[in-house]
Nanobody
Framework: QVQLVESGGGLVQAGGSLRLSCAAS??????????TGWFRQAPGKEREFVAA????????YYADSVKGRFTISRDNAKNTVYLQMNSLKPEDTAVYYC?????????????????????WGQGTQVTVSS
């Protein structure tokens, strides 16, 4: 069982930055063995993939809409995954969720699909004003 708690959301002006954190607690398992993704959902829209990172941190994937602006990273010693968001745009406004899954067979298409993730946080609101 893994519990995920996001933090770091807030209100920022366009062009600004935020860093989201996803803190994990894992009973009976090791969070460092979980691939982790960030997804977001804006009002009236479907949940969409933002970024994902392998359990070791050696592989990362990004949505085209955030590539070059967002960076995902992890510190397994702290059981935490981060999403550094720079050059924020109003269209980045959404609730951001982190999610984790423990499959050994992790590949780009799977990383981008929320159906494969077993554990989800409660979300943190990011609002970017123009």
């Amino acid at each position: 069982q893994v519990q995920l708690v996001e933090s770091g959301g807030g209100l920022v002006q366009a062009g600004g930055s935020l860093r989201l954190s996803c803190a994990a607690s894992a009973s009976g398992s090791t969070f460092s063995r979980f691939a982790t993704g960030w997804f977001r959902q804006a009002p009236g829209k479907e949940r969409e993939f933002v970024a994902a990172i392998s359990w070791s941190g050696g592989r990362t994937y990004y949505a085209d809409s955030v590539k070059g602006r967002f960076t995902i990273s992890r510190d397994n010693a702290k059981n935490t995954v981060y999403l550094q968001m720079n050059s924020l745009k109003p269209e980045d406004t959404a609730v951001y969720y982190c999610a984790a899954e423990s499959s050994a067979n992790w590949y780009p298409a799977r990383a981008r699909d929320p159906v494969w993730y077993d554990y989800w946080g409660q979300g943190t609101q990011v609002t970017v004003s123009s």
